[in-house]
């Protein structure tokens, strides 16, 4: 048993509190050091006296848990923790918590944000009228783009979970026809029309694609040219998920050739995006740098439940355990 006042490292802390999201919760818990990133060959020296490790992105991998002996509780601040090399941790006894419920809303929230720029370009617009481009056209209602309404066309949720959930009310609520594929299909919503579909006739029938999945080794690189060319020409496809699950040079080429109508993404296959990621120079399509879970309210519920996980732990109870 860890003692009652525990030493504690933030591994990586500046994107849960950049400023606005105080570590008191956690704080209350013993003696805290954040840090505000750490690579992985900095981990054990920053860590060396700590009884609880929280990290993110921070790996915190076998090499580092064998030299880390006061260790006793790793707390992952996210719901993904892929960071953390679950099988040494177990090995040694070190339970592994997640946060698995803080963003839902938020991700939904963010993926309706990019579909609806992508039917709209409100950015753009807003852009021309700056630039004087309305001014100029002399007309009273100037748009450069298509304008596209969603009710009556389909969206595909691939990953049903909670978030998966959540974007199917709101496509409900905006009219559209929900589909879904998940490994589990059951309790189907209430709303109709709604069906669980198989993955490739979930490309084939979908307006819009949204990604909401976990990525693992089965999935990683799912959304491949096989699978964009069995997609209508006007499709769109949204990935707030991992940015793995997409071969990013398939999309690129889709798009570049009018396969599909258009992509938003929030996340890339590494991060930050680098300048020679294909995307960056597709066609229509919108990227943004991994924010959809980065709401003040999320993240506010991520600090809370971190330090639930920890007073937990102490207590001898430790809970979201995932190893």
């Known amino acids: 048993m860890v003692k009652k006042s525990a030493t504690i490292v933030v591994l990586d802390g500046n994107r849960l509190n950049p400023g606005d999201n105080p570590w008191d919760e956690v704080a209350a818990y013993g003696t805290l050091k954040v840090y505000d990133w750490t690579e992985t060959q900095q981990a054990v020296e920053r860590a060396k006296d700590a009884d609880i490790i929280l990290t993110n992105k921070s790996l915190v991998m076998r090499d580092s848990i064998d030299q880390l002996p006061l260790l006793k509780y790793i707390s992952v601040l996210a719901t993904g923790y892929n960071s953390v090399d679950i099988q040494a941790a177990r090995e040694r006894n070190i339970p592994v918590s997640n946060v698995p419920v803080y963003g839902t809303d938020s991700v939904a929230q963010f993926v309706f944000a ?22 100029r056209s002399g007309l009273w209602s100037y748009y450069k783009t298509p304008l596209i309404e969603l009710v009556s066309k389909t969206m595909a949720i691939v990953g049903f979970g909670r978030i998966g959930r959540r974007v199917g009310e709101l496509a409900h609520a905006f009219g559209m026809n929900v589909i879904a594929v998940d490994i589990r299909e059951e ?30 080794p089965e999935n990683e690189g799912v959304v491949n040219r096989q699978l964009l060319s069995v997609m209508k020409p006007n499709a769109f496809i949204i990935n707030a998920a991992r940015g793995p699950l997409i071969r990013e040079v398939d999309l690129a080429d889709a798009l570049n050739k009018g396969t599909i109508a258009g992509a938003a993404l929030d996340v890339v296959s590494t991060e930050p995006i680098r300048t020679d990621n294909p995307l960056l120079q597709a066609k229509n399509c919108i990227i943004t740098p991994h924010i959809a879970w980065a709401s003040l309210e999320a993240r506010r519920r991520l600090m809370k439940t971190t330090a639930e996980n920890i007073g937990a732990f102490l207590d001898g109870k430790p809970q979201n355990v995932v190893n």
């Open 114 to 135: 990019l579909l609806l720029e992508l039917c709209h370009h409100v950015g753009r617009h807003e852009t021309a009228v700056a630039a004087g481009e309305w001014e």
């Open 187 to 216: 309790n189907p919503p209430d709303y109709k029309p709604f069906a669980f579909v198989a993955l490739e006739d979930a490309f084939r029938q979908a307006d819009v694609v949204s990604l909401n999945c976990a990525l693992t």
